[in-house]
């Protein structure tokens, strides 16, 4: 059975630094694309960052970029999101996804594997 599992999520100041990790187990997500998602109170979820198979090629919500890292170890089976700079609307469930695709999409649809999600707090 496929699982990802977040962590790293908390309460933080305006200005502060989280790193979300996302561990994978089940089956192994080297060849694959995954992302990060994020759901605020009363909104639909939004992508946040995606990264390819290897690591060649990022992608950023543009609310984000310049202030959201995504990375991946394919040997840990973890991808991780390094947020720096956190502002009070970056408040919001963060999720990871995982597709069976190595192409990276901005698109919910493009994943096929989520994590039940971890609750990023920004204070003001």
């Known amino acids: 059975q496929v699982q990802l599992v977040e962590s790293g999520g908390g309460l933080v100041q305006t200005g502060g630094s989280l790193r979300l990790s996302c561990a994978a187990s089940?089956?192994?997500?080297?060849?694959?694309?995954m992302a990060w998602f994020r759901q605020a109170p009363g909104k639909g979820r939004e992508f946040v960052a995606g990264?390819?198979?290897?690591?060649?090629?990022?992608l950023y919500a543009d609310s984000v970029k310049g202030r959201f890292t995504i990375s991946r170890d394919n040997a840990k089976n973890t991808v991780y999101l390094q947020m720096n700079s956190l502002k009070p609307e970056d408040t919001a469930v963060y999720y990871c996804?995982?597709?069976?695709?190595?192409?990276?999409?901005?698109?919910?649809?493009?994943?096929?594997?989520w994590g039940q999600g971890t609750q990023v707090t920004v204070s003001s």
């Open positions: 089940g089956r192994t997500f080297s060849s694959n694309a």
């Open positions: 996804a995982a597709s069976r695709s190595r192409i990276v999409t901005m698109s919910s649809r493009g994943y096929d594997y």
């Open positions: 990264i390819s198979w290897s690591g060649g090629r990022s």
